[in-house]
């Protein structure tokens, strides 16, 4: 709750508002029944016409401003929850643009998505109610007790003694309701899991004909969630038949021992029907407070979740006990060792920044091993490998989305881990393995946000080959985009992605495995524009065709995450068999 209340507290002054309104139409919705109690038993008897017409529309005005102040208390409450819940959002994606490799990985994106969806409405939810309800239930529970007892202390002691034991039930019952709401969620994020993996890969499932597996596996993801849910309800239902059990006996003990009161003359017969109708809202009360409790343990649930995550460390922080570089050369890796996972067991962290891991579980094998290369500033590198050999692991720790368990990356004489990210990635222009196209025009998917000239961005649509198809369309750049780039061939989608690289005149170029859907001639073209119009730019290429590296200032070659080949095209193809075999059946030449 003290999350919840760190971002509500900022809107004190509007919430103290709202819930003075609220008691005020409480107050007042009190007093009907009084007032009905006081016509039936003074003003009907006396047959005063006037009197019964005054006080009966006093009633009505009364019910006429309850209404309208419970209908702007209500609103305030809304607005408030909105804005609140708008600024956690905001924080949380915030948060999430920032997290680390390692911390994203132990989240996960469906979890990320689940919170910043689910787990912030069920906030939302128990921030609007806590401050109409929460002000609400307790008048209308104590509220009503204190009036009856003004009118009949008799009848009123049946009230009291079944009040404690329906607000003792629903406490129990809610704090045993927080944890199963816990799995609730959680099992929601394997839901969100499957349903995100399903709709980014439908043309994969469609192809291959898995539909019907796909809906086995998410039914079984999908009543995995409903068991939790139904169980989480069933527990937070039952305070729901107690209190209607007990109002109702308590409502005909009322009854009864009030007939036998004014058939001895001792109580009067509006008392009764005040009695009644204090007792509906004693009632109302408690269950109020049942679904109060019902969405905070909802919210506690969601808000632990989103606080693991705002709460978590900063896991890039800038260090400043770094070592520094071996060399002048512009990028250096000296003798890197890395796997994924490890940061988040890491137990020890050597003086001269660079760390040793112990694993949760045993031994793991790391994907990068003892990794050492140099690249002068304005040179090139080529990187080719097999599958899970650790080429874009290279790339994750060369910008920092990971941090290596041994050894150190040097950009520029200094160690990454001494730059502030956005100084340090704005030195980059990188093309991704499946990069994301956005729903947008060509344009702005090409100078994404960053200050390009028309000029530049059309300059970098020419150098990556892609003004050819662009220019065929009537809006040339303002065409737009479907999402994921759904509209564009695989080589069109590459093309846009290396004019956005490109666009920046980056100082430092990745392109990682992105011409795969090129054809030879352009690739052959792209890399000439390049090399003719980029020469001042340090390239690293990622790629799984030899002739798209071959030409590369230094070529390293990459097996289970050693480096087992390095040196120039010709020089590797005397030294390293692995590239030789990769050359010969590539280009035909066996």
Request: proline share 3%; net charge neutral.
């Amino acid at each position: 709750m003290k999350f919840i209340w760190s971002y509500m507290r900022k809107h004190l002054r509007a919430i103290f508002l709202v819930m003075l309104v609220k008691l005020a139409a409480t107050g007042l919705e009190l007093l009907l029944p009084y007032i009905l109690e006081y016509m039936i038993d003074y003003i009907a008897p006396q047959r005063d016409v006037g009197r019964i017409l005054l006080w009966g529309g006093i009633m009505i005005c009364l019910a006429l401003v309850v209404r309208f102040l419970s209908v702007g208390a209500n609103r305030g409450s809304v607005r408030i929850a909105k804005k609140c819940i708008y600024k956690v959002r905001q924080d949380l994606f915030t948060k999430s643009m920032n997290l680390s490799g390692d911390q994203m990985d132990e989240t996960g994106l469906p979890s990320l998505i689940s919170r910043m969806t689910s787990d912030s409405y069920n906030l939302q939810s128990f921030m609007q109610t806590v401050q109409t309800l929460a002000i609400r239930a307790p008048i209308l529970l104590f509220g009503g007790i204190i009036i009856t007892l003004t009118m009949d202390t008799g009848l009123a002691l049946v009230l009291i003694i079944m009040a404690p034991i329906l607000l003792v039930a629903v406490v129990i019952i809610s704090r045993k309701g927080i944890p199963l709401y816990d799995i609730v969620q959680t099992n929601l994020d394997s839901v969100v899991r499957i349903l995100r993996e399903n709709i980014t890969g439908i043309r994969v499932v469609k192809a291959l004909s898995k539909e019907e597996y796909e809906k086995r596996r998410f039914e079984k993801s999908n009543e995995t969630m409903n068991r939790s849910e139904i169980k989480a309800s069933v527990v937070m239902s039952l305070p729901g038949p107690v209190i209607s059990l007990a109002m109702n006996v308590g409502l005909t003990l009322v009854v009864l021992i009030g007939a036998l009161r004014v058939n001895k003359g001792v109580t009067e017969p509006g008392v009764i029907l005040a009695f009644l109708t204090y007792f509906q809202m004693i009632l109302m009360g408690v269950l109020i407070l049942n679904r109060f409790f019902l969405n905070m343990s909802k919210a506690n649930a969601s808000a632990n979740r989103i606080a693991a995550v705002m709460h978590s460390p900063e896991g890039l922080a800038v260090r400043t006990d770094v070592p520094k570089a071996p060399s002048d050369d512009f990028i250096i890796f000296d003798k890197v060792s890395f796997n994924y996972g490890a940061g988040l067991n890491a137990q020890s962290t050597k003086d001269d920044g660079s760390a040793s891991r112990a694993f949760a579980g045993g031994h793991r094998e790391n994907t990068l091993i003892d990794i050492d290369f140099r690249i002068p500033k304005g040179g090139s590198l080529g990187i080719i490998g097999a599958t899970g050999s650790g080429k874009t692991t290279i790339i994750n720790l060369l910008m920092r989305f990971y941090d290596p368990q041994q050894g150190n990356v040097f950009i520029e004489g200094k160690d990454v881990r001494s730059y502030g990210l956005d100084d340090l990635r704005r030195r980059f222009g990188v093309v991704f393995q499946n990069d994301a196209i956005f729903a947008d025009t060509i344009a702005e998917n090409i100078s994404f946000g960053r200050d390009v000239t028309e000029e530049g961005l059309k300059s970098a649509a020419t150098d990556a080959m892609a003004n050819e198809f662009i220019e065929g369309y009537d809006d040339n750049y303002l065409h737009q985009a479907a999402i994921h780039g759904a509209n564009f061939s695989g080589g069109q989608k590459q093309r846009l992605l290396i004019s956005r690289a490109l666009a920046a005149h980056p100082e430092i170029l990745i392109l990682d495995d992105s011409s795969s859907a090129l054809d030879y001639r352009t690739d052959a073209q792209l890399r000439h524009n390049i090399r003719e119009h980029y020469g001042d730019t340090t390239m690293i290429v990622v790629a799984q065709r030899v002739s798209s590296i071959m030409n590369m200032d230094q070529i390293i070659v990459l097996e289970e995450g050693r480096i087992i080949g390095k040196g120039t095209h010709a020089q590797l193809l005397e030294s390293t068999p692995q590239y030789r075999e990769i050359f010969e059946t590539q280009m035909g030449e066996v």
